[in-house]
């Protein structure tokens, strides 16, 4: 695999505030990186060495083996970036923009022809070309912000918080075009909602305080939370103490939460002792005790709970009991 960014031991200060500290990592053709962090963390930071918008305090960039603050002509034609707000001209229609960015990145009459082919094409904007820019939804202002980062077909994208500000629907249309635009380039969409890592990535990198945390697909993330491989029950309010009975004498199970409580209805998740697998005893014991439920199923575990305990930590916070409405009954 071609290696589009390499970062190595990049930190950044401004005056005493360490924004970025000692980070490496680097991004392959074709991967579309997550990078997540709290608000502060430092990931518009990174985003704008990395574009060449700053220079770091230390360490190297470097965009297709070519240093960033040595090229910066060069780096900023083969990446494509939308930075944080996505700012645009707001008096401009989204042609004339498109133009614009063309004629300052000195692309060729041809090639700024076929960019805004495949730019209005990727991003669905054809029947907006010609209005202007302030006069459009969120939802196309930020498609057209895409299209400016895609316009001279980059290999490496930056995405600083792409979906920000936008409604539920606009986020995930704009998901589903992020997924249609990644293409073979290798993509870093900065972000701190977790469901658009499950949504598009292929890895993710948690950055808490300047600080790189963990580095790993989403998956693998997941199933570092607490609750991978818990076991939810859904059954009939009567049959509930049974239930919390059998799973608290049960081998495997840790805890045993009420994670919903009505007047006919409980539903229950038995936590198991270092994430194993506990579906199967639990089943066997559920039919040996006659309990009658009406849903059983596993847990993959939750992004969220990883992101809270990879970052309070580092962030200096305390875990709030009271974050997780789950009661426990163990
Ligand atoms: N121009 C600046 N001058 C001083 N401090 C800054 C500046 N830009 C960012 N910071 C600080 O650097 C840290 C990282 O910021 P930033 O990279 O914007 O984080 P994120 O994008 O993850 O929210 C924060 O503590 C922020 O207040
Ligand atoms: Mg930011």
Redesign the pocket.
């Known amino acids: 695999m071609t290696t589009l960014l390499d970062i190595r031991g990049l930190t950044k200060k401004?005056?005493p505030?360490t924004?970025v500290d000692d980070v490496s990592f680097s991004v392959d053709q074709g991967e579309v990186l997550g990078f997540i962090?709290p608000?502060?963390?430092?990931?518009?930071?990174?985003m704008k060495i990395v574009t060449g918008f700053l220079t770091p305090t230390s360490g190297t960039v470097e965009v297709g083996g070519l240093d960033v603050t040595r090229h910066p002509l060069e780096i900023k034609r083969r990446i494509g970036y939308l930075p944080?707000g996505a700012p645009l001209y707001g008096d401009m229609t989204p042609i004339s923009l498109l133009n614009f960015v063309c004629k300052v990145r000195r692309l060729s009459k041809e090639e700024t022809k076929r960019g805004i082919e495949y730019a209005v094409e990727k991003l669905h904007i054809a029947n907006v070309l010609y209005q202007p820019i302030e006069t459009l939804s969120k939802g196309y202002k930020r498609r057209v912000g895409l299209a400016q980062a895609i316009v001279h077909e980059p290999e490496l994208l930056i995405l600083d918080e792409p979906t920000d500000g936008l409604d539920p629907n606009q986020k995930h249309e704009v998901r589903e075009l992020l997924k249609e635009m990644s293409g073979k380039k290798a993509v870093i969409i900065?972000t701190h909602i977790l469901e658009e890592v499950e949504a598009v990535c292929s890895r993710a990198i948690v950055i808490a305080k300047?600080k790189m945390v963990a580095d790993a697909d989403p998956l693998s993330l997941q199933s570092r939370s607490r609750l991978h491989n818990a076991v939810g029950i859904r059954l009939p309010a009567a049959q509930a103490q049974a239930c919390i009975e059998m799973l608290n004498g049960l081998g495997g199970v840790h805890q045993v939460r009420t994670t919903v409580e009505t007047a006919s209805m409980v539903e229950l998740m038995a936590l198991s002792t270092d994430n194993s697998e506990i579906l199967a005893s639990v089943h066997t014991a559920i039919d040996e005790k006659g309990i009658q439920v009406n849903e059983i199923y596993v847990e993959r575990g939750r992004l969220e709970d990883v992101f809270r305990d990879l970052t309070y930590a580092v962030e200096g916070l305390q875990q709030d009991p009271d974050a997780n409405p789950e009661a426990s009954n163990a």
Do not use: V
């Open positions: 401004y005056g505030i924004a962090g608000n502060g963390s430092g990931k518009s930071t990174t944080e900065s300047g």
